[in-house]
């Protein structure tokens, strides 16, 4: 019997360079270290376990100067150890294990002697002194103190010898004290003494040459040192705790709390911040100056890679930007309607940019290599009526000497409802013009191309939400066909669009968040007269209130038309649209919130290596994401979204990339274009993660697959496979962005009267999250072939977006859920427990998505902290039917025992069919209206719904029953329960362990009476006392194993026995700190798979 650990996600706290012979990055995740290729962003080897329970502090890596030593020797530290390993790109194999030391080691620097032969390492304590490690000896060679004898909080050694040593000291007192030893003696004394920090000093850095000195502090400064002349540099911009610092000959990095990089110039002057990670911040940061190259790494597990050449040190706002100001005319003072200024941007490539102003000018800028812009007038519109809208689409032609060209076709629409398509040359010419009446004065407001289409059709919008569709005449003067007019039952504005004629469908996004669809087929064209089209169905609030960005039809399969939409809600929302004979269907498989971005304007695709960019806007800034490899790749302050903007990116956003914008009445344009550059994209070494503590996690069943949510308010489906544990997706942030508290799955389907019903359970997979401000949030699973995805159903909540609270100021604290089929549909019933110690029982209808409470469970008087259920077919009346028990655990150390059968059976038989005819809100924000209102319009006879004014699905029921336990069991801890696990050990008998604050274990074995009525017997209890050295945090159990994980970083297991007394198996201590939650499962007859939550995830294997 053997208990190993597995892979460790969490907090990276150490990174370092190596050299084997090309570069290489060794950073330490939790107590293992990993070793990445620079080139190819893979790993080495298997992650290396280095120290039980202890993270790693520091590593450092020097190259052997003698052939009789391995490529590169490596230090790693952490608490009182330090370990010596030798790295080749095979492995990396333990060297020597140096004796734990009663003081924390701070820091160490590998020297050699004997013309290279050997290896003496220096190891710097929290007491001020230095200790000499000879590899040869192994053992202690000599001593270095500080005549200043003071605990520190920091340590960094300097030197190219032990001669040569250097200590710098970040004291408990807020200086620095730089000392150092002479030869191998004993004897020492301070050179230099640096005050002027107001708070703990973290970390301390020094130059490559020995000059300058740099330390970070609890104060959000940095401070650069100049041991010569005494000067000091203030680095003051971060709005945290600044926890490390790298200084470069032509620049200083800083890495802070609030998540972002600070490149500084020599003077003190931020240049850029970097953005990317999230969670608790950024613990390390290193650079290469000969790749130019910075690494970084966070608490959110991830470790991302920038570029920071020599063009990186000049302001973004400054980099190849061309400014050139337009001919207002006479325009002084402030702009009326009348006013000559710009309204439209559109790039037609890396060189051009199409202008469209308020008095009826297109202009064409061509963007010189010289740098100078060349301005060519293509139309003046007349009456001067302002151009309002401005789309283009660029197509490639064959002329008749079958030499390629590209043609540039340009739509617009002016004030006086006049659409114009324009046919642009190569040389900026007018090929051909069609002119026509598109809709009323001031009733045009947008023009468009579906890329999909072609050339072929030209829409207009209007501002009721309705959509013209336009055939064009060819190359010619007359005016476009008027094939149909597309109505919204909304009344929104249309802002974006997408067709396909293969799948016969428009798909629309208006104003107000929501998605429309169409029929669109090519009868349209045969008609004579303009046809009418109304929707066939619409997804409201797809994006809550703000306005749908981009949309497109993105592939096609037997779940439907996939359709991508962003918003300037920040997110990707993947819908699923399927038209049958006689209805649709209407699906919303998933939304992405891009934490970087809060207005997302476009994500694009790039086919050559196959990643995601977005694009978009964070506060007054625009920034270019990866979102594949979470890095920002640009950032351009230029004031925000709502004024004129235009971009374009190539295969290579980092060097391939334009973007215009208008400020105070000028154009300014920012242009990196290389078309030379063949160097690859930067890469993510490690994803992105939980940047904090993890609350609950959950296997799915019979499979490797993690669900996790955490504190970030994000929940993550992760896997483990091959030995490693891998992010696949993070699941929609909750509303308001509240912590995560509890998961709960429901994979099987019950009914009232055998075990389980003819549903197949898989495909009624449903993952529930609860968490702070009231939030309850659901996803439909699919378990897939090498994946699982989700799709988001229903949320529900109290939480007002107004005020930013729910009125109550509740909280849910513990969760689980169990299915009861209901007329051939899912009725999931979600028990919740919420900080003012009452129980809520809530039936969530998977046809209708509706909410409905049914039942308030009082009896605690202080609050619960975990819940669990059990379902047992019981004879009653000499029928077997099933009975649904819930059971809690209480702070004051209870436990109480609730029957939900009579609930949940009056439910599912008369109460669910009160809640047929009314409606949850669909979407994702608030987009019902103000007040409850019936809709006036009926698109299907069975859609006459209400709608409700909260944010999400409302709750229908206003009256719920009050219930009672049917048992308590008390003192069963001498303080809370932080955890319970309830397993049916028999059909008539179950068993609940649970664990305490009091650092015990309780078991109780109870059976089920038959009969009427809920008649529960107690057949025994147990208590383990000392079952952890502190407080239980979780606990799992089956019919044969109690696994048990606490905030020792222990990892228990107990053997039942058949007298059902419990026996300690083993024990492993883990990597995972703060630990929160254990889940398991059996993975073969023999073994069993572990994972533990905390402050990151790690996964165990037992072997039985």
Known sequence: MALEKGPYIGDVTALCFAALPSRVVLAGTGAQLDCYNLETGARYFPSVHVFDGIRVHGIVAAAAESSALPPAIVAVHGEGKAKLFRLSTEALEPWQCVPRFSKWILDVQIFTKDDGHNVVLAIGLSDNTVCLWDTSSKKIVSNFHCPERCLLYSMRLCGDSIQSLQVAAGTIYNEVLVWGGKGSTCEAKIVHRLCGHEGSIYRITWSTDGCFLGSVSDDRSARIWNLQTKAVIVLFGHTARVWDLHI???????????????????????????????????????????????????????????????????????????????????????????????????????????????????????????????????????????????????????????????????????????????????????????????????????????????????????????????????????????????????????????????????????????????????????????????????????????????????????????????????????????????????????????????????????????????????????????????????????????????????????????????????????????????????????????????????????????????????????????EDLTVFASLEEHVGGSAVRALALSTRVYNSKTEASGIDDMQHAVLFSAGAKEVLTCWELFDKPEQISARWLSTHSTFSKKSGVNKDDLRYMALTVFAVESDGVPVYFVVAAMSNAILTVKAFDSSSKTWSRIAVLQHHKCPVLTLHHAVLPCFSQGTLANRFFVFSGCTDGSIAVWDLTNSVASFTVGEREKAQGLRPLSGRGSQGGKARRRLNHQRHPSQQQILKDPQSSPDLSQDAAVLSPVLVLSCCHQSGVNSLYVCATSSSTLSIVSGGDDQSLHFSVLSMQEGAGSTIRVLSRQNVANAHSSAVKGVWSDSEWIFSTGLDQRVRCWQIAQDNQLTRSCTCIIDVPETESIDAHRSSESSYRIAVAGRGVQVLNLAV
């Open 248 to 722: 470069d000959a032509k620049m200083f990095i800083t890495a802070s709390e609030d998540c972002t990089c600070g490149v500084w110039s020599l003077s003190g002057e931020l240049l850029r911040t970097l953005k990317g990670h999230t969670g608790r911040g950024i613990w390390r940061c290193i650079f290469d100056r000969q790749l130019s190259m910075l690494v970084t790494a966070g608490a959110d597990s991830s470790i991302k890679l920038y570029s920071l050449s020599e063009r990186a040190l000049i302001p973004t706002t400054a980099k190849e930007m061309v400014m050139y100001r337009i001919d207002t005319g006479k325009n002084d003072g402030f702009l009326d309607s009348r006013s000559e200024y710009v309204r439209c941007l559109c790039f037609e490539g890396p060189s051009s940019l199409f202008i469209a102003t308020n008095q009826g000018l297109l202009q064409r800028a061509s963007l010189l290599p010289s740098g100078d812009v060349k301005q060519v007038s293509i139309l003046q519109t007349p009456e001067r009526s302002p151009l309002v809208c401005l789309d283009i689409f660029k197509e490639q032609l064959v002329t008749p000497e079958g030499c390629p060209s590209k043609e540039v076709l340009v739509a617009c629409g002016d004030g006086q409802g006049r659409a114009t398509v324009l046919g642009i040359t190569s040389e900026g010419q007018i090929a051909w013009q069609s002119t026509w009446i598109a809709e009323a004065e001031r009733q045009l407001l947008g023009a468009f191309w579906c890329k999909s289409l072609g050339s072929r059709f030209v829409f207009t919008t209007d501002p009721k939400g309705g959509v013209r569709c336009w055939a064009m005449n060819g190359e010619t003067s007359e005016g476009p066909r008027h094939l149909a007019y597309f109505k919204s039952s909304l009344s929104s504005r249309i802002v974006c669009m997408d067709a396909s004629l293969e799948k016969q469908v428009l798909v629309c996004g208006d104003q107000k968040g929501s998605l429309l669809f169409f029929h669109f087929d090519s009868i349209l064209f045969e008609m004579e007269d303009p046809a009418v089209v109304e929707e066939l169905d619409s997804f409201r609030g797809a994006h809550g209130i703000s306005a749908v960005a981009n949309v497109s039809i993105s592939e096609f399969s037997n779940e439907g038309t996939k359709t991508i939409s962003t918003g300037r809600d920040g997110c990707v929302c993947e819908v699923f649209y399927q038209r049958g004979q006689l209805s649709s269907v209407l699906s919303c498989h998933r939304v992405e919130k891009i934490a970087a971005i809060t207005v997302l304007e476009s994500v694009l695709c790039l086919s050559g290596s196959k990643r995601r960019i977005g694009l978009g806007f964070s506060a007054a800034d625009f920034v270019l994401w990866d979102i594949t490899n979470e890095v920002e790749l640009k950032r351009i302050s230029c004031g925000g979204w709502k004024r004129p903007h235009s971009s374009f990116v190539g295969e290579l956003p980092e060097t391939q990339f334009c973007f215009a914008f208008v400020k105070e009445q000028t154009i300014c344009i920012c242009r990196n274009w290389d078309d030379s550059d063949d160097s690859s994209p930067l890469q993510a070494l490690q994803k992105q993660s939980h940047g904090r503590e993890v609350h609950s996690i959950l296997f799915f069943p019979d499979t490797d697959w993690l669900f996790s949510g955490s504190e970030d308010g994000r929940v993550q489906i992760s896997r483990y496979a091959q």
